[in-house]
């Protein structure tokens, strides 16, 4: 896993379409200065793993080798999520204590992950250094697809908890129609329909996260904005529950190839056929 941040793969010359595949929940590595040492419990330093999205850089990592400029984050989101607003955590006298949002430094159960408490000058720098850079990132990319292209798509590309998705397979989430053109989320589902998946589109919980509600103005600035959630227990042999049992020995579950491979070409003939569905949605 390569450390640099963000991390950017451009498409080889001639080959660039207007579409920018963000990976938000790329990354499973910790922090470089983060050693065993640093957790409540040796164990926890699998949390780092546990918290990414499940194989997510087996379906979204070498999409940029499709066309698509593909920009991701080596680190955990435990660490700082940039999926979720930049204020979206909790603290207690002066000490950061969150179980969910931009950071985590507690279990839902509310233990503590860490050994050393998290003060809120420290998550402004963490902020500083790896979630700023990463909406910089997006702005610029976008910005440069845009004007290269007169309009730009963001599919901002994950792969969704088991036990919070359940049954559904396939979700785009387009904020209801206001970070995408409907037409442009009906090609990507016609895509994964044919390839024998459920999809369905805005489901609670899964209508998009902060990338997509910041950066999808199809109206004002022709950027159109989609979040793909792919349900992991589609991509792994095992149940969720053993999925975590596994993780916390320090054990990667086995993959389930197949299913990779037809998400996979799926996404290869998503990004075929966005450019000519983008201009069809821009012509005047």
Known sequence: ????????????????????????????????????????????????????????????????????TVLATPFSRMFVDVNRRRDDFE?????????????????????????RPLGLADLEAQLQTLYDPYYAALERLLTQLRDAYG????????????????????????????????QLAA?????????????QENVKGYTGGNIVATFGQPRTRRVHAMQLEINASLLMTT??????????????????EENIARVRQCLREVLAAVPSALATAHES
């Open 91 to 115: 603290h207690h006298d002066g000490e950061v204590r969150s179980r969910r949002g931009v950071v985590r430094t507690h279990t839902t159960r509310d233990a503590a992950i860490f050994a």
């Open 239 to 256: 149940s969720h529950e053993e999925f975590i049992a596994q993780v916390s020995r320090g054990r990667v579950p086995e993959k389930a």
């Open 1 to 68: 896993m390569e450390r640099s941040f963000p991390i950017v793969r451009h498409p080889a010359p001639g080959k660039r379409t207007p579409v920018l595949v963000s990976v938000p929940h790329y990354g499973t590595q910790p922090l470089p200065h983060i050693t065993r040492d640093d957790y409540c419990e040796p164990w926890y330093e699998t949390f780092a793993y546990g918290f990414a999205d499940t194989f997510a850089g087996d379906l979204y990592a070498d999409l940029h080798e499709h066309g698509a």
């Open 151 to 182: 309009y730009a798509m963001l599919l901002d590309g994950h792969t969704g908890s088991p036990r919070r998705m359940k049954d559904h397979q396939v979700i785009i989430g387009t904020r209801h129609d206001a970070t995408c053109d409907p």
């Open 187 to 199: 090609t990507v589902a016609a895509i994964f329909t044919r390839h024998g998946f459920v999809v």
